[in-house]
């Protein structure tokens, strides 16, 4: 079980309700203030029609929500989280995702959540996958369905951000496998950090595939 942090993971003062993580006045400081199209998350003149790059070449998701772009403190946290063994921080995390997903009204309501899988050599050595640990929450608080092992990784692939864009793509070609049915359900790729969209690309093209009726991708941060 993961522990309550008492004090907010960000300016140290203590928590009127530990369970929050993060105070209110540091969550506010969190959240992106520029406009940002809402199929692709990334910077755009309105928030409430796709932008040109989405016009021209929509990306095979519906929807994206995110916190904000990679830059401190907020990339702090997650790099905290992902790799220096913080798992605790996914509560927090979680939350400030929920934030920014009630902040929006343009989402069809979703039915199932799939956490992005890691490959079980990596999954072993960082002790936990931390998309599944931000699905917990979300999928308890909004009373959705998830199972975690609902998509697989089945082979091992490189480092994402070690790779240009081109080769991100080639990287993830049938990399996952759907274990359980979808078919009609409005789904949620729940990621960490998005930034060429590779991965969630290619689960989105997956899922589709298979069935879903839509899909949304829900992450901490959008950024190129």
């Known amino acids: 079980m993961l522990t309550v942090h ?8 203590p928590l009127a309700r530990p369970a929050w993580g993060i105070c209110s006045r540091c969550t506010r400081a969190l959240f992106a203030r520029q406009g940002r199209c809402p199929q692709c998350g990334l910077p755009s003149a ?11 070449k929509p990306p095979p998701w519906q929807r994206l929500v995110a ?56 999954h072993w050595r960082r002790g936990y996958n931390q998309s599944e640990l931000l699905c917990r929450p979300l999928a308890r608080w909004l009373s959705l369905r998830y199972q975690s092992r609902a998509m697989t990784r089945v082979r091992p692939t490189a480092t994402q951000h070690q790779l240009s864009a081109r080769l991100r793509k080639h990287n993830l070609k049938h ?6 049915p979808l078919q009609g359900r409005h789904m949620v790729i729940v990621d960490d ?13 997956l899922l589709l595939q298979n069935g879903a ?4 991708v829900w992450c901490l941060c959008r950024t190129l």
Do not use: N
């Not at 008492?6 to 003062?13: E, F, G, P």
């Not at 990399?175 to 359980?180: D, I, P, S």
């Not at 950090?193 to 093209?205: K, L, M, P, Q, Y």
């Not at 009726?213 to 949304?216: E, F, I, K, L, M």
């Open 46 to 56: 309105t928030a409430h029609t796709p932008c040109g790059r989405c016009v021209q």
């Open 67 to 122: 916190i904000s772009d990679y830059h401190p403190p907020l990339s702090t946290l997650i790099h905290r989280f992902k790799f220096s063994g913080t798992a605790e921080l996914a509560p927090a995390l979680a939350r400030l995702l929920l934030l920014a997903v009630r902040q929006r009204s343009d989402l069809p309501a979703p039915q199932q959540l799939i956490s992005v899988p890691l490959w079980q050599r990596r």
């Open 6 to 13: 008492s004090a907010c993971w960000l300016c140290q003062m």
């Open 213 to 216: 009726a839509s899909v949304q």
């Open 193 to 205: 950090v998005v930034t060429t969209g590779s991965t969630v690309a290619e689960i989105s093209r």
């Open 175 to 180: 990399a996952f496998q759907l274990e359980l």
